[in-house]
Every structure is written in C-alpha cells, then in structure tokens.
C-alpha cells in the first residue's frame, strides 16, 4: 500500500487547510485511516482515525470541534478538513493505513504516507 499525502501548506492563525491522501491499492475500501502529526522535537501523535466505511471517527481532543476526518472510497482518498488553525498546529502531518481500526497514540498502522508540512504562523 503506497499512500501519498498532500495539501500542507503556510497559513496564518485562524484559517483552513484541506489535506488529502491517496491511496495506490484498489481495496483501499478494506483499511482503516489515520492522521498522525509530528511537530519538531515532539513525539508523533495522532490527530484522527476513521473506519473503513467512514461510520466511525475520532479526533484527539486538541482538534475536537476544529478538524474533520473523511474518505471517499470510489477516490481511494482519505481527507482532513482543518479549521481554525493555531501555531500549535504546525507539525509534518502523515496519512496512515491498516486493516485493523484503533484510535489512540499507542496505534500501530502497518502503512505510511511521506508526510506534508503543514505551518501555521501567529
């Protein structure tokens, strides 16, 4: 499963960024999603997971309310819809996959994307 991520980008405090993530497996349909973020000299956290069908979601509580996890399965395409964005946002943002859903840090996704900088200035 190769997966590549895109949509990072400089924005300032308080507005929006759409990432995107594709993925290169035409039974995308069968994995769970992720997004991980990792800021510098911090450890990786993950930021949101969704289940295969989308009927299940969860987002860490510094995004609640702010952030959105989507996919479209006819696209192979996993989203995240960020809103209202804060300096503490900036971070390398990964897109992750496996056939098992799990939602916590200490998830273990077997597939990873590139990562895309995502940079929020105050």
């Known amino acids: 499963v190769q997966l590549q991520a895109s949509g990072g980008g400089l924005v300032q405090a308080g507005g929006s960024l759409n990432l995107s993530c594709t993925a290169s497996?035409?039974?995308?349909?069968?994995?769970?999603m992720a997004w991980f973020r990792q800021a510098p000299g911090k450890d990786r956290d993950i930021v949101a997971t969704?289940?295969?069908?989308?009927?299940?979601?969860d987002h860490a509580d510094s995004v609640k309310g702010r952030f959105t996890i989507s996919r479209d399965n006819a696209k192979n395409t996993v989203y995240l819809r960020m809103t209202s964005l804060k300096p503490e946002d900036t971070a390398v943002y990964y897109c992750?996959?496996?056939?098992?859903?799990?939602?916590?840090?200490?998830?273990?996704?077997?597939?990873w994307g590139q990562g895309t900088q995502v940079t929020v200035s105050s």
């Open positions: 969704i289940t295969w069908n989308g009927g299940l979601t």
């Open positions: 992750a996959a496996d056939l098992y859903y799990c939602s916590g840090n200490t998830c273990k996704y077997d597939y």
């Open positions: 497996v035409p039974t995308f349909k069968n994995y769970a």
